[in-house]
T-cell receptor, first 112, second 114 residues
Framework: RKEVEQDPGPFNVPEGATVAFNCTYSNSASQSFFWYRQDCRKEPKLLMSVYSSGNEDGRFTAQLNRASQYISLLIRDSKLSDSATYLCVVISPPGNTGKLIFGQGTTLQVKP | GAGVSQSPSNKVTEKGKDVELRCDPISGHTALYWYRQRLGQGLEFLIYFQGNSAPDKSGLPSDRFSAERTGESVSTLTIQRTQQEDSAVYLC????????????FGPGTRLLVL
């Protein structure tokens, strides 16, 4: 079983739609979680961290469910420019050793 | 300031040849990572350097792959006797000790093995 698993999609949604992605992780000792974004043929970039209490950044909301070991990303009012692959990332324990484990990514296509 | 740079940006080689890929991390970043990304696939961790600690080589797929880093500067990833399945984008990333979750990626080296 992979340490971090995501539905690869693609998710095809119209502009203005709300879309949510989930990601599951296998190591219950994992402490830190993030979402990265990767545009086509570009390098990944940090989108946002995921905090235990949930957090928002504009149209983006990230949530963590430790009991079920999943992380979610919600995008409201989708824009064409949101089209990208969204990578779920977990820092591998023990502690913050710096080794990030990436999921394979979920591809989002926002259509006009 | 300058970001992470990688060279070459593209490399075409023949099966069986050795290739060397270079990564220049952001100045002052103690952590450096190499990943491989095959077409349409996710990032595959290869190796991780953190300061002067022993590198985490757990992701290297075979003994044909090796990487070196001098101090907290440049790193090279070497692939010996390349195979067609080595064709991929090789991404390098660096981060500071204080903000390890924020990895800054280079543009990658696109390797094609014929």
């Amino acid at each position: 079983r992979k340490e971090v698993e995501q539905d690869p999609g693609p998710f095809n949604v119209p502009e203005g739609a709300t879309v949510a992605f989930n990601c599951t992780y296998s190591n219950s000792a994992s402490q830190s979680f993030f979402w990265y974004r990767q545009d086509c043929r570009k390098e990944p970039k940090l989108l946002m961290s995921v905090y235990s209490s949930g957090n928002e950044d504009g149209r983006f909301t990230a949530q963590l469910n430790r009991a079920s070991q999943y992380i979610s990303l919600l995008i409201r009012d989708s824009k064409l420019s949101d089209s990208a692959t969204y990578l779920c990332v977990v820092i591998s324990p023990p502690g913050n050793t710096g080794k990030l484990i990436f999921g394979q990514g979920t591809t989002l296509q926002v259509k006009p | 300031g300058a970001g992470v740079s990688q060279s070459p940006s593209n490399k075409v080689t023949e099966k069986g040849k050795d290739v060397e890929l270079r990564c220049d991390p952001i100045s002052g970043h103690t952590a450096l990572y190499w990943y491989r990304q095959r077409l349409g696939q996710g990032l595959e961790f290869l190796i991780y350097f953190q300061g002067n600690s022993a590198p985490d080589k757990s992701g290297l797929p075979s003994d044909r792959f090796s990487a070196e880093r001098t101090g907290e500067s440049v790193s090279t990833l070497t692939i010996q006797r390349t195979q067609q399945e080595d064709s991929a984008v090789y991404l390098c990333a660096s981060s500071s000790r204080q903000l390890i979750e924020t990895q800054y990626f280079g543009p990658g080296t696109r390797l094609l093995v014929l």
